[in-house]
Every structure is written in structure tokens, then in C-alpha cells.
């Protein structure tokens, strides 16, 4: 299995612009969510979802976009990136229990 | 203000020796979860606590979660180069699996 797949690694994005954080899950888990990184902060909750076409926010919504049409993916946009944008970004799921969240390898978002 | 205090930020030890790393919440927690990271990794989870005086062992690494449910503890004993790197605590505070995290501990082993 794939686990928790995520694209692009690597991304520089242009004040203004717009773009899809993709992510991707193999393992049929009802409960996914969106997190970005930043030194001294931890990790933040963006949008999270726990089925197909149920979406919530997190602690840091603005600026970001989310859907879940599928139980498999559940994509990020950014609406018009700023520099506080710049980030990690980790997607990761869970089947609920005890088992905890699966996380993707990240996607590192510079925002100029 | 961080709802899940970690402590120490960082943490410098030398191979084989004990190590703890605290994990506080200002409410009762539903789920208590700690994660391992490399550096410019992703997280990798370790163990999940859930009851009140709960304790957990994964190989060297073993956690314990306070009656209360406020306050976690991760204890790594006889420590190893391969221990090094981020360990974060992760809270579910409502069973939705809305999952906060804390702002993480560097540890670093020398060998």
C-alpha cells in the first residue's frame, strides 16, 4: 500500500497565485486532515473531514479551500497565496479507534 | 496559546541514558497520542493512550497518561542515536478526531 500520498514536495508559489495541494490515501480511512508546520509552532490544524462530502475547519481555515468527494482524496487550495503561507503542509488519515492519524512525507510551500 | 504544552522544547542527551518528555493539557483529554518525527519527515506514530492511568510500551519508549487525563508522559530509556528527532503529542479533545498538537520536542543523542 501507498499510504498517504502527497503532491508536489516542493512548490514556490508567486504572491497571488493559486494552487492545489493534493493528497491521496490508499487505505479506505473515513477521517482526514490537513496540518502546516512552521518552527515554534507545532503542527495547526487547517480543514479537516470524516466522510465523503463532510469538510470542517480547523484552527487556521483562512486562505484555504478544501472538498472530500471521495473517501481517497482530499485536496487543499490555496485560494491567493500569501508569504505567511509559506509552510509544511502534511495530509494525513485515520480509520478512526485507536489507531491515529497516517501522515503524508509533506509538501514544502515558498511563497515569494 | 498553545492548548498542549510540551517539555523540555529541546533535549540534548547522551547515548544510554533515560530521558523523559512531558506533555500537558489545560482540559481533559479524550485521546492522548504521541508521534515521532525525522527531521524534514513526516510523523510516525507511536502509541495511542486513552484511559486514565494508562501506560504503553513500544519497544524502548513508554508513555503513560495521568488519571485526570491532563497530562501525558513519554520516558525513552537506555537512549539511542536512532531516537533522535522531533516528538510531538497529539490530543483528540472531543472523540472527532480533531487532533491538536503540541509544539514538539528536539531530542538529539550523542553517541
Redesign the interface.
Same mark, same amino acid.
Given at each position: 500500500n501507498a499510504g498517504v500520498t502527497q503532491t508536489p514536495k516542493f512548490q514556490v508559489l508567486k504572491t497571488g497565485q493559486s494552487m492545489t495541494l493534493q493528497c491521496a490515501q490508499d487505505m479506505n480511512h473515513e +477521517?482526514m @486532515?490537513w +496540518?502546516r508546520q512552521d518552527p &515554534?509552532? &507545532? #503542527? !495547526? #490544524?487547517i480543514h +479537516?473531514s470524516?466522510g465523503a462530502g463532510i469538510t %470542517?475547519q &480547523?484552527?487556521v481555515p483562512n486562505g484555504y479551500n478544501v472538498s472530500r468527494s471521495t473517501t481517497e482524496d482530499f485536496p487543499l487550495r490555496l485560494l491567493s497565496a500569501a508569504p505567511s503561507q509559506t509552510s509544511v503542509y502534511?495530509c494525513?488519515s485515520?480509520p478512526?479507534g !485507536? %489507531? &491515529? +492519524?497516517?501522515? /503524508? @512525507? /509533506?509538501t514544502r510551500l515558498t511563497v515569494v | 496559546s498553545q492548548e498542549l504544552e510540551q517539555s523540555p522544547q529541546s533535549l540534548i542527551v547522551q547515548e544510554g541514558k533515560n530521558l523523559t518528555i512531558n506533555c500537558t493539557s489545560s482540559k481533559t483529554l479524550y485521546g492522548l497520542y504521541w508521534y515521532k518525527q525525522k527531521y524534514g519527515e513526516g510523523l510516525i506514530f507511536l502509541m495511542m493512550l486513552q484511559k486514565g492511568g494508562e501506560e504503553k510500551s513500544h519497544e524502548k519508549i513508554t508513555a503513560k497518561l495521568d488519571e485526570k487525563k491532563q497530562q501525558s508522559s513519554l520516558h525513552i530509556t537506555a537512549s539511542q542515536p536512532s531516537h533522535a528527532g522531533i516528538y510531538l503529542c497529539g490530543a483528540d479533545r472531543s472523540g472527532t478526531y480533531k487532533y491538536i498538537f503540541g509544539t514538539g520536542t528536539r531530542l538529539k543523542v550523542l553517541a
Open positions: +477521517y @486532515s +496540518y &515554534g509552532m &507545532g #503542527l !495547526r #490544524l +479537516y470524516v %470542517d &480547523g484552527e502534511f494525513a485515520s478512526g !485507536r %489507531d &491515529g +492519524y497516517t501522515f /503524508g @512525507s /509533506g | -
